[in-house]
């Protein structure tokens, strides 16, 4: 079991939003206010081995398999493995404890990953889900690669070079010229997770499974966001979810590369609205005890 470190703000349907990689929580923090105070209950996880869930997963006196960051040596971190499922399972059991059957899923590129793994192992549990930034394949070999080499790099020297690295993908030209608190937040974000987190995220994010089969058995509404300038999950990778979802809109905003909930949080919020309001507004009951 994670004890997960999370937000929850509000009341009515639950909507659950799981952060990128390697971020927190803190990216949601327009959707948390805009959304709580529209009739939404939001819950906002730290995913296991990022923000603060990384000092409780690593300190706290937790056992059992799935519980990988706990007591490993430090000679063998860079063997451990948080897999997309792993963090699906621990979506589930955040939900168990706060006694919700189902929620609205909202995840952003890495967050996508594990609301696909989610709906394909609790498919009663989402009400809908949204994916934004994000793909259905999997990784090729040479991107499987990329990835171990920055998991090494990452234990080996820590966040700084991968911040620099990433900053002018992550966000639009215009983001970077005008939007300093932005970039700010968002490089703060890098430069405080932590590494063994996040290699272990990495590794989980390569051994990924192929989400394309899944696309056309997904029977809850979906919402495609992209943003226009996303050079990591272009806006090719969601037009195709768009065409193997039977029951999707896609939504591409403009001025924002991978972050557009940052980036652009009126237009994203009021998206999100307008799809959440197409939906039965209604919280599930907890499940007799
Ligand atoms: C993310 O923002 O979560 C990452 O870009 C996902 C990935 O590396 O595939």
Redesign the pocket.
């Known amino acids: 079991m994670t004890r997960a470190v999370y937000d929850d703000a509000g009341s009515g349907l639950a909507v659950v939003l799981l952060h990128?990689?390697p971020f927190d929580r803190s990216m949601w923090r327009e959707q948390i206010d805009f959304l709580s105070a529209h009739g939404y209950r939001v819950i906002a996880p730290d995913l296991r081995g990022f923000g603060e869930t990384v000092a409780q997963t690593s300190f706290a006196e937790l056992s059992g398999p799935s519980h990988r960051l706990k007591s490993v040596p430090i000679n063998e971190v860079d063997r451990t493995i948080t897999s997309m499922a792993d963090m699906a399972h621990d979506v589930a059991t955040l939900m168990d404890k706060l006694e919700i059957v189902d929620a609205a899923i909202c995840g952003?590129?890495?967050?996508g990953y594990v609301a696909f793994e989610f709906v394909h192992l609790f498919p009663t549990r989402a009400r809908t889900l949204v994916l934004a930034?994000t793909r259905a394949p999997a990784d090729n070999e040479q991107e499987k690669q990329a990835r171990a080499q920055q998991a090494e790099q990452m234990l080996a020297k820590g966040m700084g070079d991968i911040a620099g690295a990433t900053l002018p993908k992550l966000l639009a030209a215009r983001t970077l010229t005008e939007k300093p608190g932005v970039v700010g937040r968002v490089r703060e974000m890098i430069l405080r997770a932590d590494p063994r987190g996040a290699a272990a995220a990495q590794r989980g994010?390569a051994a990924r499974r192929d989400y394309s089969g899944d696309l056309p058995g997904i029977r809850v509404p979906v919402l495609i966001i992209v943003g226009h300038q996303d050079p990591?999950?272009p806006v090719t990778d969601a037009e195709f979810m768009h065409r193997g979802l039977s029951d999707s809109r896609l939504k591409i905003i403009e001025d924002a590369a991978?972050m557009t909930n940052m980036e652009q949080p009126e237009n994203f919020n009021r998206a999100l609205l307008a799809f959440m309001e197409t939906l039965d507004n209604t919280a599930g009951a907890s499940p007799p005890s």
């Open positions: 990128g990689y952003l590129s890495m967050g930034g994010m990591i999950r991978h």
